[in-house]
């Protein structure tokens, strides 16, 4: 599996855009870029994924360069709910596969 | 709300008994999947299972074990509970397991004394 760093944590401003940033320099052509979050005290949410085209939902937008070494979440207007613990998890899409998660980025939003 | 309950949320015990948590879906997922969280080593996999009666170990399954007589049922066993198990356990399904997309239970919070 891909190796991914990001920020240990960041903070940002209610109402504003969050960027978190993943690095994942050795992804392979068939791994996927996962985003979850966990709140305090619940279980990991899915965000969104993307193989190398940008992607949007509801929740959020993942952004992925043309060379596939990085990736950015894009939170478009962070509330205070969005405070959580972020990870970027890389893998091959394969049936039964299973998450390995790092150790995230704390994201606090302010007031 | 994917439709997963755990169940107990909390329970404590003593050293040696054996532990059941439950995991129930309502959404008929085919993968399902028991996570434990620490402090410090984030989530790791316990077992999973891809059908009735089909589990498979994950990195940390040495002193659990798992059934899945149901679709909808995904039980964790701890034979002989030990203070090392402290932990939360979380329990996730997946509708096709391919794009990993997991949708996860609330937890249960299990203290061994």
């Known amino acids: 599996d891909a190796k991914t760093t990001q920020p240990t944590s960041m903070d940002c401003a209610e109402g504003r855009a969050a960027n978190l940033p993943c690095n994942h320099s050795?992804?392979?052509?068939?791994?996927?870029v996962y985003w979850y979050r966990q709140i305090h005290s619940q279980g990991p949410q899915y965000i969104i994924h993307g193989l190398k085209n940008n992607e949007t939902n509801e929740m959020a937008s993942l952004i992925i360069t043309e060379d596939r070494k990085s990736s950015t979440l894009i939170l478009p207007h962070a509330t205070l709910r969005d405070t959580a613990v972020y990870y970027c998890?890389?893998?091959?899409?394969?049936?039964?596969?299973?998450?390995?998660f790092g150790g995230g980025t704390r994201v606090l939003v302010k007031p | 709300d994917a439709g997963i309950t755990q169940s107990p949320r909390h329970k404590v015990t003593e050293t040696g008994t054996p532990v059941t948590l439950r995991c129930h879906q309502t959404?008929?997922?085919?993968?399902m999947y028991w996570y434990r969280q620490d402090p410090g080593h984030g989530l790791r996999l316990i077992h999973y299972?891809?059908?009735?009666?089909?589990?498979d170990k994950g990195e940390v399954s040495d002193g659990y074990s798992v059934s899945r007589s149901k679709t909808e049922d995904f039980l964790l066993t701890l034979e002989s509970a030990t203070s090392s198990q402290t932990s939360v356990y979380f329990c996730?399904?997946?509708?096709?397991?391919?794009?990993?997309?997991?949708?996860f239970g609330p937890g249960t919070r299990l203290t061994v004394l």
């Open positions: 959404e008929n997922h085919r993968y």
């Open positions: 996730a399904i997946s509708p096709s397991g391919f794009y990993n997309e997991q949708f």
């Open positions: 299972s891809y059908g009735v009666k089909d589990t």
């Open positions: 050795t992804i392979s052509g068939n791994e996927y």
């Open positions: 998890i890389v893998r091959v899409g394969a049936a039964g596969n299973k998450l390995t």
